[in-house]
């Protein structure tokens, strides 16, 4: 089992839809989670963090982490042409190491 | 404010070259910094990480090796590059082992 699993997509939605990408991950010890947006050929960059259970909201992006379930999403509400990327979810463990998963390829199609 | 450089963007080498990569952190001190790989349309595969000067831990045994002389200095080397060593490689700094912050990356083709 991986560390951390996502759904490799393509995950293509029209413009205007809500997109959402999940997450599962395996180390219940875990205490960070992350979402990176990669476009192709470019280094990750952050969008959202979360540290504690329940939903966390910043502009469209909405995390959401559910620890007795070990699952944490993200959603993107009002999905535009430029969402269009690779979306990376990464767990940190308490000594700070990321583990990150293979990612989810989301299309917003116009 | 923090910047992370890594250079050189793109790279060609030939099979059983030498290899470093060198990645430098600007406005923090004693960051965690960490080397990753990722093969096209994969994931990021972490290669090293430290959390201190000359503290490098390693995660997949293979053709590579880190270094930190510096405290926001960390280098990717090999004394031998195999075809497999291909990948987009990326170097990060993370606040005490949160949010990581990622290098332009570099793209080496090894022929």
């Known amino acids: 089992q991986k560390e951390v699993e996502q759904n490799s997509g393509p995950l293509s939605v029209p413009e205007g839809a809500i997109a959402s990408l999940n997450c599962t991950y395996s180390d219940r010890g875990s205490q960070s989670f992350f979402w990176y947006r990669q476009y192709s050929g470019k280094s990750p960059e952050l969008i959202m963090f979360i540290y504690s259970n329940g939903d966390k909201e910043d502009g469209r992006f909405t995390a959401q982490l559910n620890k007795a379930s070990q699952y944490v999403s993200l959603l993107i509400r009002d999905s535009q042409p430029s969402d269009s990327a690779t979306y990376l979810c990464?767990?940190?463990?308490?000594?700070?190491?990321?583990?990150f998963g293979d990612g989810t390829t989301l299309t917003v199609k116009p | 404010s923090q910047t992370i450089h890594q250079w050189p963007a793109t790279l060609v080498q030939p099979v059983g070259s030498p290899l470093s990569l060198e990645c430098t952190v600007e406005?923090?001190?004693?960051?965690?910094l960490y080397w990753y790989r990722q093969a096209a349309g994969r994931g990021l595969q972490l290669l090293f990480y430290?959390?201190?000067?000359?503290?490098i831990s390693s995660e997949v045994p293979q053709n590579l090796s880190a270094s930190r002389p510096q405290d926001r200095q960390f280098i990717l080397s090999s004394k031998k590059l195999l075809l497999s060593d291909s990948g987009f490689y990326l170097c990060?700094?993370?606040?005490?082992?949160?949010?990581?912050?990622f290098g332009q990356g570099t793209r080496l083709t090894v022929v």
């Open positions: 430290s959390v201190g000067i000359g503290q």
């Open positions: 990060a700094w993370s606040d005490r082992g949160r949010r990581a912050f």
């Open positions: 990464a767990v940190n463990s308490n000594a700070g190491k990321s583990t």
């Open positions: 406005g923090t001190s004693n960051p965690n």
